[in-house]
C-alpha cells in the first residue's frame, strides 16, 4: 500500500518527516523486535508498555513510518493521530482492502460457551455443504477437519485479524464464526470488522480486573451488538438477565431470534433429560417439535445447541441436516471432556462462578445415587480476586467433596490465592488443600471410589501453567489419564 493512500484515507492531526509519500507500505507491526522494512509501526500505549519508547528500534529494524499519538524526538517519518489503538484497526482493515466486508461473518460473545457454540456453527455449515473458517480460543481452523492454527488471544490483534480475513478470502471460503471478547471489543481490536450475525451466550462475572464493573462488561459486549445494521442479525439468550438490556441496544431493521428453556422465545427446548450417554430434548422452533439426542450433556450444553440451531434457523440451513450434525458431535476440546470411566473423572475450563456451578450441576445429574461429587479447582492469578470466595462457596455447596490448588497463579502466591477462595467456605474442615496441581489429582485418585464422579476444572484445553515467570508444561488431561489410568 502506498503511503499516499494511508494519509488519504484517515483522520491523521500532523505529518512530521513524510516528504515521499509514493513509498510502499508492505505490512504492519506493533512490536519493535518484529517490526520489518517497510513496515507501519504502531507506537501502541497499552497498560504496562508504551509503544513510543520503542518507535527508535523500530526504524533501525526498518519501519517506515510510526503511526504516534505524540511528535517524537526522532529523525523519522511519522503520522500523528489521536489514538493508535484506534488507528491501527482502521489501518490494518484497509492495509488489507476490507476483507471482512466480502465474508459471512457471525460474531459469538459471552462469558461461557463462546468456544463451544462457534464449533458447532462450523460444523452445522459444513454440515450444509458450505465452508466455514473458525477463529478462537483454541485457534484458527479454515476447516473443521483442519489443525488448529496457534492464537495468542481469544480474538486476535487487528493487524493478524484483517491478514486472516484476507487469507480466508483467498481460499474462497465465505463463512466465518468467530469468538469475540470483551476485551478485543474494549480494545478495539475488531473494530472495522464488518459482521452479519452476532450471538450471545450469556453474562456472567469474569475479567472484572479489567473492567471493573459489570456495566462496563456489558458495555463492551453490546459493542458487537450495536454495530449490527439492516440486514444483519442477532441471536440472544432470552433466559440471559441480561437479555433484554441487549435487546435494547439492537437496532430494530437487525433480525433478531431468541432461544431459551424457561421464557418465550423463537426456539426453545422443553422435556430436558440428562444421563451418561448426554442430554436430550425435544427442540420446538415457531411450534413445530424435533427430538434431539445429544452425546454432549449438561445444562449448559442444551444452551449451546440451542444458540447454534437459531443461527441456522437465521441462516435458512436445513434443521433436519442441522439437528442429526449436533446429536453425532462428542463436544468441544476441555469442555466437559469425559477423560476416564469408573470413577468418571471429566476436565473442564469453567473458570468462572458461574461456569463452575453449570458444570459442577451437569456432574452432579450424572452421579450415580451411590456415588459422590469431587471437586479439584482452583483460581488464576492477577486476575478478578472477588470471584475466588464466589467460587469457593459454590463448590462447597454443589460437590461432596473440594480440593482446592492451584491453576495459573502468574506473579501471585498460590497460598494467597487459595485463602482467597477459603474465605468463600462456611467450614474449612473438610476441604482438601493441596497447592500442587499434580499431587491434588493424585489426591482425588485416592479418594473416589468406581462410582464416583470427579471434576477437574479451570484449564481444560490449556497445556501449559503459568507459574511466576516460568511456563511449564502441565495439561490436566495428559495427568488425570496418567494417574487413573
Known sequence: MKLRNLVD??????????????????????????????????????????GHEYAEEAVANGACVCVVERRLNLDAPQIVVSDTTEMIAEVASLFYSNPSSKLNLIGVTG???????????????????????????????????????????TTPQAPELQELFYDINEKCIKNVVMEVSSHALAQHRVDFCDFNGAVFTNLTQDHLDFHITMNNYFK??????????????????????????????????VNVITYGINMPADVSAKDVRFSHEGASFVCVIKGKEYPVKLKMNG??????????????????????????????????????????????????????????????????????????LICIFGCGGDRDTTKRPK???????LADKVIVTSDNPRSE??????????????????VIVEPDRELAI????????PHDVV????????????LADEIIHFDDREKVREIFG
Open 9 to 50: 484515507n484517515i483522520n491523521y492531526i500532523e505529518l512530521v518527516n513524510l516528504d515521499d509519500l509514493s513509498d510502499e507500505a508492505t505490512g504492519i507491526s506493533y512490536n519493535s523486535k518484529k517490526t520489518e522494512p517497510g513496515d507501519i509501526f504502531f507506537c501502541l500505549t497499552g497498560e504496562h508498555v508504551d
Open 442 to 449: 493424585k489426591e482425588a485418585k485416592k479418594i473416589a471410589g
Open 299 to 372: 445444562m449448559f450444553s442444551v444452551y449451546n445447541v440451542l444458540a447454534a440451531i437459531s443461527t441456522a434457523v437465521v441462516q435458512n440451513l436445513d434443521l433436519e441436516v442441522t439437528i442429526k450434525t449436533l446429536e453425532n458431535l462428542g463436544g468441544v476440546a476441555g469442555r466437559f471432556e469425559v477423560i476416564i470411566n469408573k470413577p468418571t473423572v471429566i476436565v473442564d475450563y469453567a473458570h468462572t462462578p458461574d461456569g463452575l456451578e453449570n458444570v459442577l450441576k451437569a456432574a452432579r445429574d450424572i452421579t450415580p445415587s451411590d456415588g459422590k
Open 111 to 153: 462469558t461461557n460457551g463462546k468456544t463451544t457454540v462457534t464449533h458447532l456453527i462450523q460444523k452445522i455449515f459444513e454440515a450444509n455443504n458450505q465452508q466455514c473458517a473458525l477463529i478462537g480460543t483454541l485457534g484458527n481452523k479454515f476447516s473443521s477437519s483442519d489443525s488448529y492454527h496457534d492464537a495468542k488471544h
Open 413 to 430: 502466591n498460590p497460598q494467597q490465592i487459595i485463602t482467597d477462595i477459603l474465605a468463600g467456605f462456611r467450614s474449612v474442615n473438610e
Open 391 to 397: 467460587m469457593g462457596r459454590i463448590a462447597e455447596e
Open 455 to 466: 471434576l477437574v476444572a479451570g484449564k481444560g484445553h490449556e497445556d501449559y501453567q503459568i
Open 220 to 253: 463492551a459486549k453490546a459493542i458487537l451488538f450495536e454495530r449490527l445494521v439492516a440486514g444483519d442479525f442477532a441471536v440472544i439468550n432470552a433466559d440471559d438477565s441480561y437479555a433484554g438490556r441487549f435487546l435494547e441496544v439492537i437496532s430494530p431493521s
